[in-house]
């Protein structure tokens, strides 16, 4: 039966609309680094490099190539955590400029794919795919530890609200957020959804306050 991360990892996943307290264990992803507007076309290069080698990874078995350990499963979402530049820090007011933001974009693999495995797919991948960018994918095991999150409905420009919520909840029940670095995990397409119907997992890590 293939492992469908929709319904196994709820929690994670498709959290209520409400903040709520989650613990991240550490997670394997493939990630891609970048600075700019995700608006630019630009953008597109970096995220079709990421899914280029996952999807290498979901069909290696059609090839011949799985690794022990392999099951079939659906790839999970795309994800990315957001800063933005040094320069910009320097006379931020508050108003977000998205030619300056910066981006670790990543898409998380199962357990079965270790180092080595990725090597080997992402050399398969740059023999076939045109993209530059799958050069700069990099293999990295990533924890999280206490993170505040919430499901974000409607547009990327609305989030702020859903920041705030989130920052007094956390206030309100003894935690403090860490940074301003935030995670987002996009249940849905922004090219075939209207920007009030999309779905975002927003989270940010907080310690004890």
Request: hydrophobic share 40%; aromatic share 12%; net charge neutral.
């Amino acid at each position: 039966m293939k492992y469908e991360w929709r319904k196994a990892e709820k929690d994670l996943y498709l959290p209520k609309a409400t903040p709520a307290l989650v613990q991240l264990p550490a997670f394997k992803f493939f990630t891609i680094k970048g600075e700019g507007n995700p608006n630019d076309p630009a953008f597109e290069g970096y995220v079709g490099a990421l899914y280029a080698l996952s999807y290498a990874v979901r069909m290696s078995h059609k090839k011949g190539l799985a690794p022990e350990g392999y099951f079939e499963y659906t790839v999970y979402p795309l994800e990315g955590v957001w800063d933005i530049t040094d320069e910009a820090k320097k006379v931020f007011d508050g108003k977000l400029n998205k030619d300056e933001l910066v981006f670790h974009l990543m898409i998380r693999q199962p357990d079965f794919v270790n180092a080595d495995f990725f090597e080997k797919m992402k050399a398969r991948t740059m023999e076939g795919n045109t993209n530059p960018l799958v050069e700069n994918v990099q293999f990295e095991v990533l924890e999280e530890g206490p993170c505040v999150q919430m499901l974000h409905l409607g547009s990327y420009d609305d989030e702020p609200a859903s920041f705030e919520k989130m920052e007094a909840w956390a206030e309100a029940n003894g935690w403090t957020r860490i940074s301003k670095l935030h995670r987002e995990i996009y249940l849905t397409d922004p090219r075939k959804t209207a920007p009030e119907k999309l779905k975002t997992v927003l989270r940010f890590k907080v310690r004890r306050a």
